[in-house]
């Protein structure tokens, strides 16, 4: 079992900065390929960039590529995620997703196995 717990979350404008932090623990941190995804309202959870076990291989959406920047210490347990340039389209609430069995791609929801309850970002423009 593996709890997360997503935190830096808040309210930013257009063009301004956040940095989400995602702690893990119950289980070894470096034996999991971490992701983040984000959900708008009346929208589907999407992916937005996900790392491999060692940090050796990550995969950015579209959307965020260039602005965003996935990052993991496993000293730490914790999984980053730095968004610059932030637009009012980034608006949604943001989750940490750990996956235990590595099946399917890194930008599939399907691939994780174990979610945070999510922090909020707000872009105003």
């Known amino acids: 079992q593996v709890q997360l717990v997503e935190s830096g979350g808040g309210l930013v404008q257009a063009g301004g900065s956040l940095r989400l932090s995602c702690v893990a623990s119950?289980?070894?941190?470096?034996?999991?390929?971490m992701g983040w995804f984000r959900q708008a309202p009346g929208k589907e959870r999407e992916f937005v960039a996900a790392?491999?076990?060692?940090?050796?291989?990550?995969d950015y959406a579209d959307s965020v590529k260039g602005r965003f920047t996935i990052s993991r210490d496993n000293a730490k347990n914790t999984v980053y995620l730095q968004m610059n340039s932030l637009k009012p389209e980034d608006t949604a609430v943001y989750y940490c997703a750990a996956e235990q069995y590595g099946l399917g791609a890194p930008w599939d929801r399907n691939r994780y196995d174990y979610w945070g309850q999510g922090t909020q970002v707000t872009v105003s423009s």
């Open positions: 790392v491999s076990r060692s940090g050796s291989n990550i």
């Open positions: 119950g289980r070894a941190f470096s034996s999991s390929a």
